[in-house]
């Protein structure tokens, strides 16, 4: 298994700022995912994060939105810019589902408020 | 595209009783099927898994899930219900290409609310 660090756990953001979440996972793995959890809803995927290429976005999320950095093959992080109260919604960070993992592991996930 | 429904948004059952959290799929080839749960203020934890072999796969906590090809579905079950069950459930869909390499990306169910009542 692996074992997913996330910061922060929660933040409450003013709009129009930006906010980095980070993940940090215990081995080294390919891909990592982003995911969004819109209040009452289910996970969305955000982005596909490869190390040492520019990641991959789902239809509905851009890199100018959700700018994602891989600078290493244990480490990534996902920037919410320019937030609105819309963008209010549980981050998560996950690794696993390809490779040597048939199940994906999450992070605890960043619980983001923007007012 | 892949697609994954959970029928029911909330299930509410009686300590002790069994449970059954629905879950139906649509992706094309064989499927890599989840289920996960998901306590308040946490992230996802695994379940168990379907991949291959036989229907009946067993995972965390006392749960299984059956998979049924015709009917494309993968319902979570539990024989004997417990308070500390109670949380948000999900099914989840990866698909197996012809190539036989796994994509990695998730597509998750709408998600079931577990109620056990004491």
């Known amino acids: 298994s692996a074992v997913i660090s996330q910061k922060p756990s929660r933040d409450i953001c003013q709009r129009g700022t930006s906010l980095t979440i980070q993940c940090q996972v215990d081995?080294?793995?390919?891909?990592m995912f982003w995911y969004r959890q819109q209040p009452g809803q289910s996970l969305t995927l955000i982005a596909t994060?490869?190390?040492?290429?520019?990641?991959?976005?789902e239809s509905g999320f851009v890199i100018d939105k959700f700018p994602i950095s891989r600078p290493n093959l244990t480490f990534s992080t996902l920037t919410v810019s320019n937030m609105s109260p819309e963008d209010s919604s549980i981050y998560l960070c996950?690794?696993?589902?390809?490779?040597?993992?048939?199940?994906?592991?999450f992070g605890q996930g960043t619980r983001l408020t923007v007012v | 595209a892949q697609s994954v429904a959970q029928p029911e948004d909330q299930v509410n059952v009686a300590e002790g009783n069994p449970l059954t959290v629905k879950c139906t799929y649509s992706?094309?080839?064989?499927?890599?099927l989840f289920w996960y749960v998901q306590y308040p203020n946490r992230g996802l934890q695994f379940l168990l898994k379907?991949?291959?072999?036989?229907?009946l796969v067993k995972g965390s906590y006392g749960f299984e899930a059956e998979f049924n090809k015709s009917q494309t579905s993968f319902h979570l079950k539990k024989p004997s219900a417990l308070v500390s069950d109670s949380a948000l459930y999900f099914c989840?869909?990866?698909?197996?290409?012809?190539?036989?390499?796994?994509?990695?990306?998730?597509?998750f169910g709408q998600g079931t609310i577990l109620t056990v009542h004491p």
């Open positions: 994060a490869n190390q040492g290429s520019e990641a991959t976005y």
């Open positions: 081995s080294q793995v390919t891909m």
């Open positions: 992706v094309s080839g064989n499927p890599y």
């Open positions: 989840a869909v990866r698909p197996f290409n012809a190539g036989g390499t796994s994509y990695g990306k998730l597509t």
């Open positions: 996950s690794v696993g589902g390809t490779g040597g993992f048939t199940e994906a592991f």
């Open positions: 379907y991949i291959t072999g036989d229907n």
